[in-house]
């Protein structure tokens, strides 16, 4: 934590910016929703904001740490969002809210990280476009079985079935939970902004420990050179599989979060389909590839951005495709790096002549 002087280290100093901004604007939000400047549209993305956060942070592990391509963060959106919206509506009157919700969290978490271990062990073999492709098939494939699943429970056990809700032969006070391609319905809606700042402080949190700990010493270095890695001891199927399994229990953190915000629930191509999961892609690599911080950013300005500019009705895509562009350009342009850089080093000089003066 601390160096010999007895100062903070630059990089626990990075983390305590992080966490610190993030509770700044949820401070401001708050004096802004209580006295009324914050319109009902804002207020209902606040939550939004949160989810794209956290699983935009999630896939920032594996594409910006770990290196690999995964297209496949909206499936493990998806598993961890169902199975915390079964749970929470089979309990509805039988578990109190908050301890509900704290379980429907862990569950959410569990089944997505036990779907990402499953899914990785052979997946993470592959590299490259093969393991995108392969990633966005299982994104694909989970959507389409929650859209055929209906899943009830009665006095007798669960039952499910793929054909209708009529096959599932449940007696007269069963309870549907999930009705096929309707979805879930009535999931109580224990999400709030609160919760969800709560959830972004607890995934940096292990995030940013998880980059600084000797397993994402470990990891970073296969990233950087695979060869070298295995040359001195380095299990990298065991490596992989860690972080690939935290980054997906992460989204399905997301996908809990997303799904107690709504009271229906169902696995639409823009909910969880290729869309969202190229959207997620977009915050990371515009907030910068490895940027923790930049991922955060990039996430509430891009879920901003097209209802600022609903009024545009005409030109809304347009001016957001600009935006896209032009941040893209900044970001990643070599020109615009070095520019950033020249202004870097002279704010600094600045700094330094002035503490001594």
């Not at 009665?154 to 009705?179: C, P, Q, R, W, Y």
């Not at 690939?244 to 992460?250: D, E, R």
Request: charged residues 15%; proline residues 2%.
């Amino acid at each position: 934590m601390k160096t010999k002087a007895g100062r903070l280290s630059k990089t626990t100093k990075n983390d305590l910016i992080t966490y610190a901004m993030v509770i700044v604007v949820y401070i401001v939000m708050q004096i802004l929703v209580s006295t009324g400047h914050v319109s009902s549209l804002i207020q209902g993305l606040l939550v939004p904001f949160c989810t794209y956060v956290i699983v935009a942070v999630a896939l920032n592990l594996t594409v910006g740490i770990l290196g690999e391509l995964s297209l496949g963060h909206a499936g493990f959106m998806c598993v961890g969002a169902f199975s915390s919206a079964v749970f929470s509506l089979a309990f509805k009157d039988a578990i109190p809210g908050g301890l509900r919700f704290f379980l429907a969290l862990l569950i959410g978490a569990a089944a997505a990280a036990m779907v990402g271990f499953l899914v990785g062990i052979p997946v993470l073999r592959l590299r490259g476009d093969y393991l995108a492709i392969v990633t966005l098939a299982f994104g694909e494939i989970i959507k389409n079985i929650i859209n055929a699943l209906y899943l009830g429970v009665d006095e007798n056990g669960v039952h499910f079935t793929m054909k209708d809700a009529l096959s599932l032969n449940m007696a007269d006070d069963g309870v549907m939970l999930i009705k096929g391609a309707q979805g879930v319905t009535g999931t109580p809606n224990d999400s709030s902004f609160t919760i969800g700042v709560v959830l972004v402080l607890v995934t940096l949190f292990i995030v940013l420990n998880f980059i600084h700990s000797r397993t994402g010493r470990a990891v970073m270095s296969i990233r950087d050179n695979r060869i070298a890695a295995e040359s001195i001891g380095i299990n990298v199927t065991k490596y992989k599989l860690i972080a690939f399994t935290i980054s997906a229990s992460l989204a399905g953190v997301a996908g809990v979060l997303y799904a107690h915000n709504l009271s229906t629930l169902n696995a639409l191509p823009k909910n969880f389909g290729y869309n969202m999961s190229i959207m997620i892609l977009v915050f990371v690599v515009l907030g910068g590839i490895g940027n923790i911080r930049g991922s955060i950013i990039a996430a509430v300005l891009l879920t901003l951005l097209p209802e600022v500019l609903r009024a545009l009705s005409d030109y809304r895509m347009l001016i957001y495709a600009i935006v896209l562009i032009a941040m893209m350009i900044f970001n990643w342009s070599p020109n615009a790096i070095f520019l950033r850089k020249r202004l870097k080093q002279r704010l600094t000089t600045g700094r330094k002549s002035g503490k001594e003066a």
